[in-house]
């Protein structure tokens, strides 16, 4: 049990904190509960949580349209949410999914990091590190249900859970592309992909900036299943209900001991991690690759 209390994330209260005082000045927290056999049901503008059938397991359905993608907003109301199931002794686990059709989450929201100033750059990256620390040192079983296109921050995301069921689409591609909009992937998002497919395939895959198609993720141990788009959440369901077989504490345990030192690193270097974000997104060159990159993107539309 000790090992899993040292786990927690620190200024955990910190950012919840901030969560709440953003939510206000934005006019919420807007969480509803359910009535009947909803009562654990919630939701807030972004984020729908549903008991699953079970009910010891939660649908956390992404609602940020079009494409999930993870402006400020969306992280702060994610994470309330998940601190929410954390704390709700009920839940053991929660099965991630998209609302939006075709894409699971176009992962970090451009806008956020293009044309702001570095004090909200710094807040922005801040919350992101804070995302995947929650996700990834999770105590819950979380099983990523993949209905979409995953690229960069979604597949960061969908790599912090325990199991990944992806939909058999060529919309669903999944992989670190950040190469291609002419960025890095930081050390932590390195660290996540090479403890899911090792590190010579993560070189190629970081390095070429690859989207894998189901067929390849599959193989390269990208994600766990391929299923087609119409039985990705049952799937996820029952494999969850296999999870959640094993014993709870011992579980958690193991969790720990595989993922701390991967966390650790970056818990460690948090301040160093949000300066190095803001002095190398500011540089005017990196602007301007993302300048372009969301040229391209509203031009494919045209
Ligand atoms: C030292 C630290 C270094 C920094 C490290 C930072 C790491 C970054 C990781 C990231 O996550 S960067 C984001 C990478 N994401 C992508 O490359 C995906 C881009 N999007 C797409 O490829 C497609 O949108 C899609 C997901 C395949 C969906 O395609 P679809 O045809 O359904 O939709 P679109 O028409 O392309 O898009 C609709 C609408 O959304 C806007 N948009 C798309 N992605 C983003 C995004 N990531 N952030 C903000 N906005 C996004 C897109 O421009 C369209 O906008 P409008 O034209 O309707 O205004």
């Known amino acids: 049990m000790a090992l899993a209390v040292r ?3 620190p200024c955990r209260a910190l950012l919840c904190a901030g969560a709440q005082l953003r939510g206000a000045a934005l006019g919420r927290p807007e969480w509803a509960a359910g009535g009947g056999d909803g009562a654990r049901r919630f939701a807030s503008l972004r984020v729908l949580v549903e008991p699953g059938a079970e009910g010891r397991v939660a649908v956390m359905k992404l609602k940020n349209p079009p494409v999930n993608s993870l402006s400020l907003d969306f992280l702060t109301e994610f994470l309330i949410s998940l601190e929410k199931l954390e704390n709700d002794k009920a839940f053991r686990g929660v099965v991630i999914t998209s609302d939006c059709p075709n894409v699971f989450s176009a992962g970090l929201d451009l806008r956020e990091m293009y044309g702001r100033n570095p004090g909200h750059y710094a807040e922005y990256w801040k919350a992101v590190q804070e995302l995947w620390l929650r996700l990834y040192l999770s105590n819950l079983v979380l099983v990523a249900a993949i209905n979409g296109s995953c690229p960069a921050g979604g597949c960061l995301m969908a790599l912090t859970s325990d199991v990944r069921i992806l939909s058999d689409s060529p919309k669903s591609v999944i992989g670190l592309n950040e190469t291609l909009l002419g960025i890095v992937a930081p050390f932590w998002f390195k660290d996540t992909l090479v403890n899911t497919i090792g590190h010579r395939a993560s070189e190629r895959a ?7 198609p189901p067929a390849e993720a599959l193989q390269v141990g990208l994600v ?7 039985q990705v959440q049952s799937m996820a369901l029952s494999v969850m209900a296999h999870w959640l077989a094993i014993p709870d504490h011992a579980r958690q345990l ?4 595989m993922r701390k030192a991967t966390a650790d690193r970056l818990i460690k270097q948090r301040e160093a991690d949000i300066q190095n974000f803001v002095s190398f997104i500011s ?8 300048q372009i990159y969301l040229e391209k993107l509203k031009q494919k539309k045209g």
């Open 7 to 9: 786990m927690r994330v």
């Open 206 to 212: 970081l390095q070429l900036g690859l989207l894998f």
């Open 224 to 230: 766990d299943h391929v299923v087609p788009e119409d």
């Open 254 to 257: 193991t969790k720990a001991m």
């Open 283 to 290: 540089r005017d060159s990196i602007q301007k690759s993302l």
